[in-house]
């Protein structure tokens, strides 16, 4: 089977899909997510060819802030990297179904694809965003976004993972690049858009971000 665009696809379904891997990190990866790293990894998956993907970083301004931008779908176009289109179509309770256009290169079409999500929002323990694809350019689009507060609670950790296969086949090139580049700029995003918040909400607040998690936190693993 030819390889699959995978991680270039994630480019603009990363904000509409995420699988999120719960904050449990070894203390030399905290360190590096306190020293402001974003942790990618990949895992495979039995009967794909493309593997799960995750991006794991801090984000400046607590849950609730951060919430918004993933929440609202229908501005990703503005809120997202590669996104040349995106709405909301259905919104009943807790459950969103969107459509976005992720933008692929010459002489590629840009994707397309269409998600049922479900929104959960635990207070003081995390923000979730599940879906999966009901239609559009995909063989198999599903994950989550997880927003979890880090150390005293002012700051994010924002956790995607994605298990996305494009239909059509694309070069291998395109997936490494999606690792080392794409998945990393997905998280940038999210940064950059929530510090505009925060600096609307609170300006002149100090980062906490560099500090230790509680040692009772879920962030840290036993």
């Not at 990894?41 to 060819?49: A, L, M």
């Not at 995750?54 to 609202?72: R, T």
């Not at 919104?91 to 692929?104: F, L, T, W």
């Not at 070069?171 to 580049?181: E, K, S, V, Y």
Request: hydrophobic fraction near 35%; aromatic fraction near 8%; glycine fraction near 8%.
């Amino acid at each position: 089977m030819p390889p699959r665009a995978v991680t270039l696809a994630v480019a603009f379904v990363l904000p509409i899909v995420a699988h999120a891997g719960g904050g449990q990190f070894s203390g030399e990866e905290s360190r590096r997510l306190e020293a402001g790293e974003i942790l990618t990894s990949t895992q495979p998956e039995t009967g794909r060819s493309v593997p799960w993907m995750k991006a794991s970083g801090l984000v400046d301004a607590p849950p609730e802030v951060v919430w918004p931008i993933i929440d609202d779908c229908g501005r990703y176009k503005d809120t997202m990297p590669r996104t040349v289109d995106s709405e909301e179509l259905e919104r009943h309770g807790n459950r969103v179904v969107c459509r976005a256009i992720g933008e692929m290169p010459f002489p590629f079409s840009n994707l397309v694809t269409e998600t049922d999500a479900v929104h959960t929002i635990e207070p003081g323990r995390f923000y979730r965003r599940e879906w999966k694809q009901r239609s559009g350019d995909f063989e198999v689009n599903e994950g989550r976004w997880t927003l979890e507060p880090w150390g005293d609670g002012s700051c994010t950790l924002a956790t995607y993972e994605a298990l996305t296969e494009p239909k059509i086949a694309l070069p291998d090139f395109i997936l490494r690049f999606g690792t080392h580049t794409v998945l990393p700029e997905m998280i940038a995003a999210l940064r950059e858009h929530a510090k505009a918040a925060v600096d609307v909400e609170s300006r002149g607040r100090s980062s906490n971000c560099r500090r230790r998690p509680r040692t009772d936190s879920p962030n840290k693993r036993n």
